[in-house]
């Protein structure tokens, strides 16, 4: 499995470019000396600067209380070619098993965060938590992206989007309107 | 343009099949005897049951007060179909015309609220507020979704997903991995 090990530095207000096409997502926490990884496909972004996330993250799953407890994650990007790695992961847990080391995944150190990023996603987000007044009742979370990592190509990645039943689409056509967008709309 | 006129129920706890992947989508309102439509990409499925939808929705447009005034709204989906459609509606301001002539939609009624359905849209799914904690500081409403219609074929529509700067991406190949789910994980 390749890494993208030639990432560049993006804007944190610009994440949007991958995260609001709604792809699923790995997100890797840290706590107390142990790691995990689980897959997220409810997110959407809520702003631009401060760059928001807002995500749901069961209660009942392992990374809830390690991410919780440290209050930082890192949202990593998956393109289809992880498409067998993502559901190994959405279908284990990480209460029995290192899933960086089950799933042959490498552990690369975040520049502003404690979580790890996963090198071999195209892009790494490191997140920490912005506003915890819905987690009680909807286990709802916003994040707020503190630094953003980008591999250099290709610049539109084929990311996985889930339908449920075990089905994933994966995004493929570009579709330009550029020049349809009045300036302030873009 | 086709309307999407064979349109069935479906159980609003299944809607996830069509909101998580994260598709552009149109929201329709009313309030006091005018209508408009606005586009929308940042919304998250919270939950299934009740079916609840997180979205943002920009305070200084014109759908922002219909939609706050009468705490209800439909979402509806278009397809690749409708590209220059959308980008029409995300153009334009409800201030100043009526989108649904502007654009030759259908007003179609809707079953559990007032807000109309797009009939060209391949799937109409009717929401009333169900929690407003957060709108003040993120303008961040959560739905529930009290009926959705969707279209009878087919059965996977290619969606737009937007990465902003004008350029969408369609929704195409389908990837199954339903054999390698646990039960309970699909």
Redesign the interface.
């Known amino acids: 499995m390749a890494k993208h090990t030639t990432k560049i530095d993006l804007p944190v207000s610009?994440i949007?470019?991958?995260l609001?096409?709604?792809?699923i997502v790995l997100v890797s926490s840290a706590h107390n000396g142990t790691h995990n990884i689980m897959t997220m496909?409810?997110?959407?972004?809520?702003?631009f600067t401060p760059s928001?996330i807002?995500?749901?993250i069961a209660g009942g799953i392992h990374s809830f209380g390690l991410i919780r407890r440290s209050g930082e994650c890192v949202i990593n990007l998956p393109t289809?070619a992880l498409?067998?790695t993502v559901?190994?992961i959405?279908?284990t847990t990480g209460a029995e098993i290192d899933k960086f080391e089950r799933f042959g995944l490498t552990v690369q150190a975040a520049e502003r965060v404690e979580a790890p990023l996963i090198a071999e996603c195209y892009a790494n987000f490191e997140c920490r938590l912005a506003?915890d007044?819905?987690i009680d009742?909807?286990n709802?979370f916003?994040f707020e992206v503190v630094k953003a990592h980008v591999a250099k190509s290709p610049r539109?990645p084929e990311t996985?989007?889930?339908?449920?039943?075990?089905?994933?689409?994966?995004?493929?056509?570009?579709?330009?309107?550029?020049?349809?967008?009045?300036p302030g709309?873009?």
């Open positions: 610009q949007r470019r991958y609001e096409p709604g792809p496909g409810w997110h959407t972004v809520m702003e928001l807002g995500c749901v289809t498409t067998d559901v190994g959405g279908n506003e007044t819905l009742k909807y709802f916003i539109h996985l989007h889930y339908t449920g039943d075990g089905v994933f689409m994966g995004l493929g056509k570009m579709i330009s309107r550029r020049s349809r967008f009045r709309m873009l």
